[in-house]
């Protein structure tokens, strides 16, 4: 059998513990015992990207809430011209310096492209700054477990009608904004449609083979 290398962990403000562990050749972020993420299974996350970057113009400007292992920021840079500007925000510090330290044999030097901007902080605080030409063609938000927060209790603002709200005001006309999603949540889907003008709620797989869509994509356009 082969064995589970703890390789990172990291306790949060409000007391969970977070493990960075490798086994077999993959990798696993769990909170509390509670696997949050792996690199077995990014089908959906990369598929948020493919949607999110639809509609997407010259010159885009991109936004990615939540960098997790990389897999939506690499597909975005594989959909993206070399004048894009992709932001990315990631609350947590240890994430990004585990992706540096641990993932660059799965993703590459992604942080490194010239395209991206990596913001350490809260997504919320550059969606209420983003205004005129500084607003977004593409808002992905793969933040914490939502609309249910797995992490970070304050994550929750993100879906509520305020934080739709301001989701769509950070987007330039004929925008659009992916939530990902670990459920189907259909009073989500509800608020969604009472904000956007067009919404969808797209069932997704974690990985190409599996018989079950296990996870949503949100999908909201200005």
Known sequence: MKPTTTLATHTTDDGSKLVLQSHDGHHYLRIDGVQLMSTTASSSEQQMAEIACQLVPAKPRVLIGGLGFGFTLRRTLELTPPDATVVVAELLPEIISWNREFLTEINGTLLDDPRVTIHQGDVCDLLARASGPDRFHAIMLDVDNSPDPLVQKGNARLYNRRGL??????????????????????????????????????????????????????????
């Open 165 to 222: 709200e301001q989701a769509k005001a950070a987007l330039h006309p004929h925008g659009r904004v992916v939530y990902w999603s670990a459920n189907q949540d259909r009073a989500f889907a509800r608020a969604l449609e009472r904000t956007f003008a067009h919404t969808q709620s797209i069932p997704a797989k974690a990985y190409p083979k599996a018989k079950r869509f296990t996870h949503t994509l949100f999908v909201g356009d200005r």
